[in-house]
């Protein structure tokens, strides 16, 4: 098995889905030529032509609008935007028109499509190009919106979106595009959309994460394992749907729960988390939830960027938290 | 490629320093020190590139955008504007910052990731840099349609590239422009590549300046490496502003001669040989100074002592910048609202809990 890091996942799996259906086709800023800004794209222009991996105009709406009429005309566009933060030119194409047209045509023209979007911080980026605003997206009805956090997951979750009948945002945590090397199968496999993944098993606290927040509730969970504290670690995965079952399956087994997002507290998919585990485990639990956030302020510029993102020792001062409750 | 490219528009200086008849008669009426002054700039400007470039490298700043090649575009531009005028940036203008009145120490600032780098002094009328592309032309429209309402005379230029063109905002911006008859203007300078995107990939026309027809404004394209030509194209433009004839939109032609940015490679995407052929013969800098050593207004001492000027002020904003005071984890609130709401007080305490607790 080759041994894949993150964004070679993602690359082979866009790699297999050009091959096995001539109806994909990748568009987006500099996915052609250069091989994507990250190099998710790197030798699919040379190997699929221009028909198949193009590099458009610089226009975000241009982009999904023009992907979305592909769609409805039977092609598997995957659009890359080349950072999440700049989604928000084509946001009136995905909240407008890519996420409701199922609905506003009943059944006749779904927007079958990806759109891929690196995101979140912790790699020095300029400006404005390390938000997370995944909250946004999940809360727009009829789209899906998947995070991996490991180079099999991302493989597997990226050709489950391209075959998935629905548009799905694939979020891509920068942070963890070169971060680890995993084996990765050569062959196609999927791993299905609103499947939670359980890291590791505990029996005092459950972590929910999700991106790059994984490792770094992992290494929070690791920290008290050692104090003879066993930490349940959960791969969310799936922002939308939610695999509600896996989760508060896990709540009730602990009785506690930390969430770790890197975005911005106030309404954040862990208030949703919050609100979902209250609605269905309230007498499992022995501690309120807490969370691990962003705080309610524009992603600052990489002077303070450590100092807005969770790190172990926050996720750790939370878990006392719900411990000493 | 080149192709699409290869009419420059208006020059009034030959890439080998001579005047054309109509740079005959721009060149005549500029008085000798703003002559100098040009030089100066794209000199400083220039320098002050290549040492932001070793910062990065010695990873003493961050992702560094480069503006190497595009500086007779900028110094042309800007200098033929007023204090009292407006200026919209995007991430690649430290030329016109510096010279609207931004301190070398800010600009490090901003490349070091940090938000006061994005502040200009008191009476600099010079927004931070607009990251998302395209999305200052519209505010530029806004400024000078404000101008126009209070009835100042202060025009609005938003700077941007080639590939801002093929976004939403670009057309929304110019026809504002034409339909409130504002005085703005738009400078793209066009240096051919939206990071590994050629100019043909952004527009089917041949030139951006054409698609001021659509919006009942003026167009005019330029040779954005001939400073002359540029300084007197853009005080047409500011001067029709001003005398409430309306918008325009100039395209100065040039190249950026190196990578996107310091995170970017263009040889994945450029031909050596263009590059070699823009940096090589249409170099903005050397073209100015044989014309000015032509004139006898420039020396081979004045360039030495000019560059040693530079340099020193340069350095002196590294030092200056780098022993600025680490901004403390709290200032991450300290101007997301006029007056903080109490639940952003409640997460600002937690933030210095934890602080305290590490
Ligand atoms: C809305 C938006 N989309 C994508 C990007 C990523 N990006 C940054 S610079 C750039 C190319 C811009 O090219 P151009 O407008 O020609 O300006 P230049 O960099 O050449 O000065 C891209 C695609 C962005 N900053 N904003």
Known sequence: ?325 | MLRQIEKVGIQYIQPDGTLTPEGEVAWKPIERPLKIEFYKWMRKIRLFDQRSIILQRQGRIGTYAPLQGQEAAQVGSTLSLNREDWIFPSYREHGVAMIAGMPLKQILLYWMGRVEGCRPPEGVKLFPPSVPIATQIPHAAGAAWASKLKGEPSVAVAYFGDGATSEGDFHEGLNFAGVFRLPVIFFCQNNQYAISVPFSRQTATETVAEKAAAYAIRGVRVDGNDVLAVYTVMKEAVKRARTGEGATLIEAVTYRHGAHTTADDAGRYREQEEAREWVELRDPLKRYRRLLEAEGLWSEAEERDWEACCKQEIEEAVCEAESAKAPPASHLFAHVFADLPPSLVRQRESLLRQEEGR
Not at chain 1, 133 to 141: D, G, I, K, M, S
Not at chain 1, 198 to 213: F, H, I, N, P, Q
């Open chain 1, 1 to 325: 098995m080759a041994q894949f890091t993150l964004i070679q996942a993602i690359n082979d799996a866009m790699r297999l889905a050009l091959e096995r259906d001539p109806g994909v086709v990748i568009l987006g800023e500099d996915v052609g030529k250069n091989g994507g800004v990250f190099r998710a794209t790197e030798g699919l222009w040379e190997r699929f032509g221009d028909d198949r991996v193009i590099d458009t105009p610089l226009a975000e709406a241009g982009i999904v609008g023009t992907a979305i009429g592909m769609a409805v005309n039977g092609l598997r566009p995957i659009v890359e935007i080349q950072f999440l933060g700049f989604a928000y030119p084509g946001f009136e194409q995905i909240v407008s028109h890519a996420a409701r047209l199922r609905t506003r045509t009943q059944g006749m023209f779904p927007a079958a499509m990806v759109i891929r979007a690196p995101y979140g911080g912790g790699i020095r980026a300029p400006e404005l190009h390390s938000d997370s605003t995944e909250a946004l997206f999940v809360h727009t009805p009829g789209l899906k919106v998947v995070v991996p956090s490991t180079p099999y997951d991302a493989k597997g979750l990226l050709l489950a979106a391209i075959s998935d009948p629905d548009p799905v945002l694939f979020l891509e945590p920068m942070k963890l595009y070169r971060a680890v090397r995993e084996e990765v199968p050569e062959e196609a496999y999927e791993v299905p959309i609103g499947q939670a993944r359980v890291v590791r098993e505990g029996e005092d606290v459950t972590l929910l994460a999700w991106g790059a927040m994984v490792p770094v509730a992992i290494a929070a969970a690791e920290e008290w394992t050692q104090k003879g504290v066993s930490c349940e670690v959960i791969d969310v995965r799936s922002l939308y749907p939610l695999d509600e079952e896996t989760l508060v399956a896990s709540v009730k087994k602990t009785g506690r729960a930390v969430i770790v997002h890197e975005a911005p507290r106030t309404a954040g998919v862990g208030a949703e988390l919050a609100a979902l585990l209250q609605e269905q485990a309230f007498l499992w639990l022995e501690a309120p939830i807490a969370r691990v956030t962003g705080y309610d302020v524009p992603v600052p510029m990489f002077a303070l960027e450590d100092a807005f993102r969770p790190d172990a020792y926050r996720v750790s001062e939370a878990v006392r938290q719900v411990i000493a409750f």
